[in-house]
């Protein structure tokens, strides 16, 4: 903006030096002794013209059509003026002065160049299909199972040997005997019975059971509550099985530590039982022991007879003496 009202201002000031030095040559070619002359300029573009002072502002101010009035002075002479024809305008030799500031060339922000060039087509990659992972199997552990001990005989109850209880009561003491026994002794060594005298075990297990029926007290009113205090139709026998064993050699016997399970009254519990093991006549194996156990730890409720005056206490000594041959 300021470049152009620059240049416009400069061609004012030129045009209107020109137009001025037309009216003094105008004034001079009417003759002397005129004291005033007006002199009226037709622009299509002007409207009046002013010749500024050295200090005066040029102002010019457009106009759709000019007509400029010649001002005749007041005097007593009568002064003929004659319009000269009008000049061709002189053309000005003072031509506008180019602006010496550079324009700034406009600056665009920055913007991100779009390319016309038609981008190349994506060929999709191909599907990739999972290729499938076989489940890792774990192969079962096999258990570790014991070979069982080598079976070569067995050794067998012989005539004469005795298992019973001897308890007390608040009036006497009592005892009742299991006249039948059921014995399953296998073994592991020829001459089974011999080797266990030597202090050698020949033993691989023992499974021993007593018909609670079988029991005699001697005396049919304290077989009968010994009867019912083991619940002999729910739970008909005792039982002993072996577990483990131990062997004690002597000069007189061999000391044998029995491991294994009682049951009684349907429950079972873990027993260690001390035995003593002699050989006798004929090549039989005697083995004897004494093991004290609690009846109430079995769930057996002790008889009361007599009214109650008599109590069978709770504890009971089991005794057995086994004779056993090849």
Known sequence: MYGENHVKTRAAVSSALALGALAVLLASCDGIGAKETSAAATDSSLASITVPGPNAATVIEPRDTVAAAPEIPSSTMPVTSTKAPAAAAKPSTAAAAPSTKPTTPAVMPNATPVSSTTPAPVTPEPAVTPTPVAPVVTPPVAPVVTPPRAVTGALSLQTGSRLWFDGGSSVKDWSCKAPT??????????????????????????????????????????????????????????????????????????????????????????????????????????????????????????????????????????????????
């Open 181 to 326: 026994l059921n014995a399953t002794v296998v073994t592991s060594k020829a001459d089974a019975a011999t080797a266990i005298v030597a202090g050698e075990k020949a033993v691989a297990s023992v499974e021993l059971t007593v018909p609670v029926m079988s029991l005699d007290c001697d005396n049919g009113t304290m077989n009968g509550h010994m009867r019912n205090a083991l619940d002999a139709k729910a739970f008909p026998t005792i039982g002993f099985s072996l577990r483990s064993y131990d062997l004690v050699k002597s000069a007189e016997n061999v000391a044998v530590t029995l491991s294994g399970t009682l049951t009684i009254h349907g429950k079972s519990l873990p027993v260690t039982i001390p035995a003593t093991a002699v050989g006798a006549a004929g090549g039989v194996l005697r083995v004897t022991g004494v093991y004290e156990l609690n009846m109430k730890e079995y769930g057996v409720k002790p008889p009361s007879l007599m009214l109650g005056t008599m109590n069978v206490r709770d504890k009971v000594k089991v005794r057995f003496d086994l004779l056993l041959r090849d």
